[in-house]
T-cell receptor
Framework: NAGVMQNPRHLVRRRGQEARLRCSPM?????VYWYRQLPEEGLKFMVY????????ESGMPKERFSAEFPKEGPSILRIQQVVRGDSAAYFC????????????FGEGSRLTVL | QKEVEQDPGPLSVPEGAIVSLNCTYS??????FMWYRQYSRKGPELLMY????GNKEDGRFTAQVDKSSKYISLFIRDSQPSDSATYLC????????????FGSGTQLTVLP
């Protein structure tokens, strides 16, 4: 799963700042998924995107969170006005088609909000 | 009640032991069942993927699904210290890969 690249691997922000997390899917993959892992909890689905389209954002908090997957460049998960409760590991996964059981995960971006 | 329940452990076994990891679920609509392994500070990697009830074997790993009981298991034979990781079960509904529902993970340590 080294093919899914996430950066930064670690990010520290103060309350009220913005966090931007980037994800480059595996080569040939056009489906991107973002998951969040809180301490001692399993991964929770946030959003599913294809190029230039948000397909399913049912797991995204209603405020402060947004995601995009532009025609060129990586997918970006953006968190505005971060709060301490946003501290978590954010994982991106990609697949070559939706109808598949195999998602390839990146190594995650660990956000710490001070 | 969570959709997927998984004993968080931690589970500690001696090298060579048979390990049994389990998840129960409440939604009978789940059709696909997966086990992921996650090493510390790394992303999850897919170990096993099953669709139907029954057993599926891959090397030292066997995945078992019992849809009637809503119970899935992962068995690891001849466990090795390199198997020390957190094991996550993941389930999804038919026809959609967009949302996997994960268990909270079981932390396994295999002692040399």
């Amino acid at each position: 799963n080294a093919g899914v690249m996430q950066n930064p691997r670690h990010l520290v922000r103060r309350r009220g700042q913005e966090a931007r997390l980037r994800c480059s899917p595996m080569k040939g993959h056009s489906h991107v998924y973002w998951y969040r892992q809180l301490p001692e909890e399993g991964l929770k689905f946030m959003v599913y995107l294809q190029k230039e389209n948000i397909i399913d954002e049912s797991g995204m908090p209603k405020e402060r969170f947004s995601a995009e997957f532009p025609k060129e460049g990586p997918s970006i998960l953006r968190i505005q006005q971060v709060v301490r409760g946003d501290s978590a590991a954010y994982f991106c996964a990609s697949s070559d088609r939706e109808e598949t059981g195999e998602l390839f995960f990146g190594e995650g971006s660990r956000l710490t909000v001070l | 009640q969570k959709e997927v329940e998984q004993d968080p452990g931690p589970l500690s076994v001696p090298e060579g032991a048979i390990v049994s990891l389990n998840c129960t679920y409440s939604n009978s609509a789940f059709q696909y069942f997966m086990w992921y392994r996650q090493y510390s500070r790394k992303g999850p990697e897919l170990l096993m993927y099953t669709y139907s009830s029954g057993n599926k074997e891959d090397g030292r790993f066997t995945a078992q699904v019992d849809k009637s009981s809503k119970y899935i298991s992962l068995f690891i034979r001849d466990s090795q210290p390199s198997d020390s990781a957190t094991y996550l079960c993941a389930l999804r509904l038919s026809g959609s890969a967009r949302q996997l529902t994960f268990g909270s993970g079981t932390q396994l340590t295999v002692l040399p």
